[in-house]
């Protein structure tokens, strides 16, 4: 099973770009990157997903290099409402989706 | 509407008893999933079940038990011997077929043990 890390934490202010790296060096290749949204005492919800170079949704892009070791969640121009935890999830081809703990967003006034 | 619905939203019981969290679907998912959250921690997988009469152990089955024995519905038993039960319990399901196929959460169960 791929091991994703990310950072514990990320302060931003509201209309910032926020970037969140997570590594998975372990990354299998028929693997894809998942980036999971989830609010204090709800579910978390999918964000984005991708097999390589970038992807674009009406809520985030997600960035993945050719070595696909790493990827990058970008949020553009974020809101309050956008303070969160963001986790990166690599599919390990189980249907096991095995959830680390996450990177927690402040985004500040 | 489509989802997943996992029930009751509180749950108070005493040491020592058995409680059972109930989760159903209808986005007829063939894979389901039980997971539990410590405060400010990630998500740790309790079980998981690909096919009715069928599931898995996760990374913390210990102290836990499940039954599949209807497609939308998966529900967890957190039995007495759980050490330490208090926690925020999390229902998944997904399709399966797909490498890229994405997990569809409830609105969790938060169980206290008093």
């Known amino acids: 099973l791929a091991k994703t890390t990310q950072p514990i934490s990320m302060d931003s202010y509201e209309g910032q770009e926020v970037n969140i790296t997570c590594s998975h060096n372990?990354?299998?290749?028929?693997?894809?990157i998942t980036w999971y949204q989830q609010f204090p005492s709800q579910g978390p919800r999918f964000i984005i997903q991708?097999?390589?170079t970038k992807v674009t949704n009406e809520v985030a892009s997600l960035f993945i290099p050719a070595d696909r070791k790493s990827s990058t969640l970008s949020l553009p121009r974020v809101s309050l409402s956008d303070t969160a935890v963001y986790y990166c999830?690599?599919?390990?081809?189980?249907?096991?989706?095995?959830f680390g703990t996450g990177t927690r967003l402040k985004v500040l006034a | 509407d489509g989802g997943i619905t996992q029930s009751p939203k509180y749950l108070f019981r005493k040491e020592g008893q058995n409680v059972t969290l109930s989760c159903e679907q209808n986005?007829?998912?063939?894979?389901m999933y039980w997971y539990r959250q410590d405060p400010g921690q990630g998500l740790r997988l309790i079980y998981y079940?690909?096919?009715?009469?069928?599931?898995q152990k996760g990374d913390i089955a210990e102290g836990y038990s499940v039954s599949r024995e209807k497609k939308e519905s998966f529900p967890l038993t957190v039995t007495s011997a759980q050490k330490n039960p208090t926690a925020f319990y999390l229902c998944?399901?997904?399709?399966?077929?797909?490498?890229?196929?994405?997990?569809?959460f409830g609105q969790g169960t938060r169980l206290t043990v008093v």
């Open positions: 991708g097999y390589k």
């Open positions: 372990n990354i299998a290749t028929n693997d894809y």
């Open positions: 986005l007829n998912h063939d894979a």
């Open positions: 079940s690909q096919i009715v009469n069928d599931f």
């Open positions: 999830l690599v599919e390990s081809g189980t249907y096991k989706y095995i």
């Open positions: 998944a399901s997904s399709s399966l077929g797909q490498a890229n196929t994405e997990a569809f």
